[in-house]
Structures are given as structure tokens and as C-alpha cells.
């Protein structure tokens, strides 16, 4: 059974990246400068739980949002317990990618590395990131999702392949025999290297890859001679206090460390939900790992795009420059992605965390809108139209609450 569980969360994670990509509880620390905004994001909150409840029967797990700008700070959530407050921790999955996007481009403004260079020029020569068109591919595309990378992460090993893992998840078939196994950067793309496995031709078309972002974490320690936890804490998390903020790595590290959301599965067909919110994040290291609050995600992303977070504004442009990406993404940038309205910034999807968080240099409003539930039908394709629903919700939510916000 619990196999069978794990299979079928795996698949509902490939699902889940590609998005990215009734109780209110209230923060008595929130500015409030217009009741008026705080009765409407209250309501805003309520409606789209609402939704899904009514159609789900989501009982435990709710909405929760948080925006900041010119007219202060305001928190709303729907079916969240227990009290939620902006320093309430939650696993901002892909939204860690901005992370590492921003690592490099910290590298690059030192000069200590060229974006338009082959990646394989700041790795050590040995068979794990001897990949396919290691010479062809460069750490812009690798930023880009354009390197045509094998997601090792998302994606079924092929049946073609010799090994045990083939037609399976790597990490459901690891997982399996070890659930605390600790998992590498070396490990992961050598499953690569050993098979030869690739997805498209390196700047053919744009093709998510956990994996690409996996290889930018070796750079980021190959450079600078420390972890990517490391590398992260000294450079953005401890000068920028964001002080709730952490890199989990350990694959035994599995519940969060302070105050935190609660995350919910729900199977249809299932009586019960399935509690989700301890997880081994070894395997997302530098693409997902990231534990954070919705102050200090907020206050992250607003400090990046304006060049006050170590990243200088010449090559913040340089991230924000966007080429055309999927269905899901839309545009993306470098390690960036943008809507039109909403401003630059990431979405985030985990087991059962499912984020969009943006920063609007127009206006100043930075906002974050997440949920802690997801549910999945035993048909795959329900199970895809299921989740892009509640991704897209979410998304859309963002401009109702930048909406009222701003009235």
C-alpha cells in the first residue's frame, strides 16, 4: 500500500510542476489602515476555499494570502489551523528556484563565472555530468529550462533502460528501500550520465528540468567551496534577515522546525485524507527544497527585483528578460517567470503545497497566495485537469487580491 501511495505521489508531482507551474484566521501584527481591505481579502480567502470544498469535500487544509506594498501589510487565510501568522512556515517548492537563479547570477556579477559558457566548464571531469550535449549546453539555458535536460526528478525513467528504477520514478524506486536516503547532486544527474538520457536538444524548445537546476547547485558549490545550503545562508538568508528561512538537505530532516502549515492529500474514492507535510527534500535541493513564511518569501522576492538583495539591478534585468516557455509557464526569464498584472516572481507546487508569489515593480505590491491541499482522481487525466484547476485558481486569485487591495 504504501508503495502503491508512493507511486501515485510521484506521478501527482510531475503533475504539480508543471503548474509551476472556514475560519479566517487573522494576524493582530497586520497593519490595518483600511478595515474595509482586510473584511474583503477575509472574503476573497473564503470564497475560493469554498470553491474547492464544495467540490472536493476538502475538509483539513485551506487558502492562505499575504500582500504587501505602499498601503501596508495584510494576511487573510480560510480554513487554516491552527492560528496562522506571517512567520507560519510552509514548503515553497519551486519557488526556491529564485534561490539558485539568483546564486548564479551573484557568481556571474563577481565574474567568477559566464552565463553564456558551457555548464561542464565549471564541473569536475568525472562520469556523473557527462551528459548529453554537455559541450552544447550553457548555464543561461540550464536558468532557462532550455537545455533540454532530462528531469530525472519528474519524468519516468524509460523502460528501454537497463536498470531496476526503469519505468519508474528514481526517487520512488530509492525512496522505497530508504525513505531517509539523502540524495546528491553527483547521484541525480548520474542517472543521466549512466543512460544517456535527454529531453530535447539543448535551446530547442523550453522543457522544465529539476535536473538542469540540480547541475546549477554543483556550480554554485564548485565555485565557492561550500554547500548550496551554505552558499544561500551566508549570501541571502542571514544578510537579508530572513530569519524563518531555511535549506533543508538531509534526507532525514523530514518536519519542519518551527510553527507550520499542515498539508492535506485527498484521493477521490479515499475515505480519509493523507496528512502530507513531513517529506524527505534531499531530492529537491536547489530547485524545491526551500522552507520559508510568507513575510520573509514576500520580503525576498521584493528585495531581488529591486536589486536590494546582493543581486545588483544590471543583471536583475538580465533574469527578467523573458523568452516564450509552455502552457503552465507562460514566459520565463532566469529562474523567473511573469504575468502581465501580477509582476515577476515563481510558483511553488509540493506535495500538497501549491504557491504564486509576484512582485509588481509598478506598483510595489509583492503577493503570495497558497494552498495546503491537493486532490487527485485514480484517472491520470482528472488528476491533471484537478490540479491545473487549483493551480490556475490560485494564480488568478492573485489579481483579486491585488485588487482589493489596492481599493
Given at each position: ?55 472536493w469535500g476538502v475538509e483539513k487544509g485551506g487558502i492562505h494570502l499575504y500582500v504587501t506594498g505602499p498601503s501596508g501589510n495584510y494576511q487573510a487565510s480560510s480554513n487554516i ?86 519505468g519508474t520514478k528514481y526517487e520512488t524506486y530509492i525512496r522505497a528501500q530508504d525513505d531517509k536516503h539523502t540524495f546528491t547532486f553527483d547521484e541525480l544527474v548520474g542517472v ?216
Amino acid at each position: 500500500m504504501q508503495l502503491k501511495l508512493n507511486t501515485r505521489l510521484s506521478t501527482l508531482v510531475l503533475i504539480v510542476l508543471l503548474f509551476f507551474t472556514f475560519s479566517c484566521n487573522k494576524n493582530e501584527n497586520i497593519d490595518h489602515n483600511n478595515r474595509d481591505v482586510q473584511v474583503s481579502l477575509d472574503r476573497v480567502a473564503d470564497s475560493l476555499f469554498m470553491v474547492f470544498k464544495n467540490k472536493w469535500g476538502v475538509e483539513k487544509g485551506g487558502i492562505h494570502l499575504y500582500v504587501t506594498g505602499p498601503s501596508g501589510n495584510y494576511q487573510a487565510s480560510s480554513n487554516i489551523e491552527p492560528y496562522l501568522s506571517p512567520d507560519t512556515q510552509f514548503r515553497i517548492a519551486s519557488i526556491s528556484k529564485t534561490f539558485t537563479a539568483a546564486s548564479i547570477m551573484l557568481l556571474y556579477q563577481e565574474d567568477k563565472l559566464n552565463i553564456k559558457d558551457n555548464f561542464i566548464e565549471y564541473l569536475p571531469n568525472i562520469p556523473a555530468y557527462d551528459v548529453p550535449f554537455k559541450n552544447d549546453i550553457t548555464i543561461e539555458q540550464l536558468l532557462q529550462h532550455r537545455s533540454g535536460v532530462f528531469d530525472v526528478t519528474n519524468e519516468y525513467i524509460p523502460e528501454a533502460v537497463n536498470a531496476p528504477y526503469s519505468g519508474t520514478k528514481y526517487e520512488t524506486y530509492i525512496r522505497a528501500q530508504d525513505d531517509k536516503h539523502t540524495f546528491t547532486f553527483d547521484e541525480l544527474v548520474g542517472v543521466n550520465a549512466e543512460h544517456q538520457l535527454s529531453k530535447t536538444l539543448p535551446d530547442e524548445i523550453f522543457s522544465y528540468s529539476n535536473t538542469g537546476y540540480n547541475i546549477l547547485g554543483k556550480i554554485i558549490e564548485e565555485i565557492s567551496g561550500k554547500t548550496y545550503s551554505e552558499f544561500i545562508h551566508e549570501n541571502f538568508i542571514t544578510p537579508l534577515n530572513l530569519t524563518n528561512t531555511y535549506s533543508v538537505w538531509e534526507g532525514g530532516d523530514m518536519e519542519m522546525r518551527s510553527q507550520h502549515l499542515k498539508s492535506y492529500l485527498y484521493i477521490n474514492g479515499e475515505e480519509n485524507e493523507i496528512e502530507t507535510t513531513k517529506d524527505n527534500m534531499s531530492v529537491h535541493v536547489s530547485e524545491g527544497n526551500i522552507v520559508s513564511t510568507p513575510r520573509d518569501i514576500t520580503r525576498w522576492m521584493r528585495l531581488l527585483l529591486t536589486g536590494n538583495a546582493g543581486v545588483n539591478a544590471a543583471n536583475v534585468e538580465l533574469m527578467k528578460e523573458m523568452k516564450v516557455a509552455d502552457s503552465a509557464h507562460g514566459v520565463y526569464g532566469l529562474g523567473l517567470v511573469f504575468d502581465e498584472g501580477l509582476g515577476y516572481g515563481h510558483n511553488g507546487a509540493h506535495i500538497s503545497y501549491i504557491s504564486s508569489l509576484r512582485y509588481n515593480p509598478n506598483n510595489d505590491i509583492t503577493v503570495l497566495v497558497s494552498s495546503t491541499f491537493i486532490h487527485i482522481n485514480e484517472d491520470a487525466d482528472s488528476d491533471s485537469n484537478d490540479l491545473f484547476e487549483l493551480g490556475f485558481a490560485i494564480r488568478d486569485l492573485c489579481y483579486s487580491v491585488i485588487n482589493e487591495y489596492q481599493k
